[in-house]
T-cell receptor
């Protein structure tokens, strides 16, 4: 059963703590993405990775970090430097980022992070 | 309708009616567009896509229209059902440095009344 998973579904953290959100895919996709979604807003790109051991900043990378040590995994760390981290975080993957017509993204179920 | 940069609009329809959700995109160089459906508390799901060399594409109960002259995209849902209630996003694919990275609008909330 192929897909993309995120864990946990709900996450609470105290102010000043770092927290890591998990994202795993078994679709054999090269590209993976992290988005942030705030209420009533669209998706804003945090980071994306086109291939293992490579990643690029998106529009709102400040206060976040990622790694891509394995093709199937793209964890996101929300650091204490992120000023307003409470949001819904979505991970996605696609075959790659360069093939026209094949850039459909498959999204995970999301992680709702709340900073207490 | 939806436009990148504006507040989340809402469209209310009666079950059985046709729905039209609009999207204005910003980049004239965008050549690939996707509509996604997002149900409450879930990740977006692909509905239909269209390339810039097309004006219209049809799926099951859905049709996407593209007007490149005015940079406008629409999603038509025929015989709208309660299960269609969700937020709908259009995404335009732009390509910084050769990579195709989707840019999402803020979405339109569709509410279907039984």
């Amino acid at each position: 059963d192929g897909g993309i998973t995120q864990s946990p579904k709900y996450l609470f953290r105290k102010e000043g703590q770092n927290v890591t959100l998990s994202c795993e895919q078994n679709l054999n996709h090269d590209a993976m993405y992290w988005y942030r979604q705030d209420p009533g807003q669209g998706l804003r790109l945090i980071y994306y990775s086109q291939i293992v051991n490579d990643f690029q900043k998106g529009d709102i990378a400040e206060g976040y970090s990622v790694s891509r040590e394995k093709k199937e995994s793209f964890p996101l760390t929300v650091t204490s430097a992120q000023k307003n981290p409470t949001a819904f975080y979505l991970c996605a993957s696609s075959i790659d980022t360069t093939s026209r017509g094949y850039n459909e993204q498959f999204f995970g179920p999301g992680t709702r992070l709340t900073v207490l | 309708g939806e436009s990148v940069g504006l507040h989340l609009p809402t469209l209310s329809v009666q079950e059985g009616d046709n729905s039209i959700i609009n999207c204005a995109y910003s980049n004239s160089a965008s050549d690939y567009f996707i509509w996604y459906k997002q149900e409450s508390g879930k990740g977006p799901q692909f509905i239909i896509d269209i390339r810039s060399n097309m004006d219209k594409r049809q799926g099951q109960r859905v049709t996407v229209l593209l007007n490149k002259t005015v940079k406008h995209l629409s999603l038509q849902i025929a015989a709208t059902q309660p299960g269609d209630s969700a937020v709908y996003f259009c995404a335009e694919n732009i390509h910084p440095g050769g990579s195709y990275i989707p840019t999402f609008g803020r979405g339109t909330s569709l509410i279907v009344h039984p």
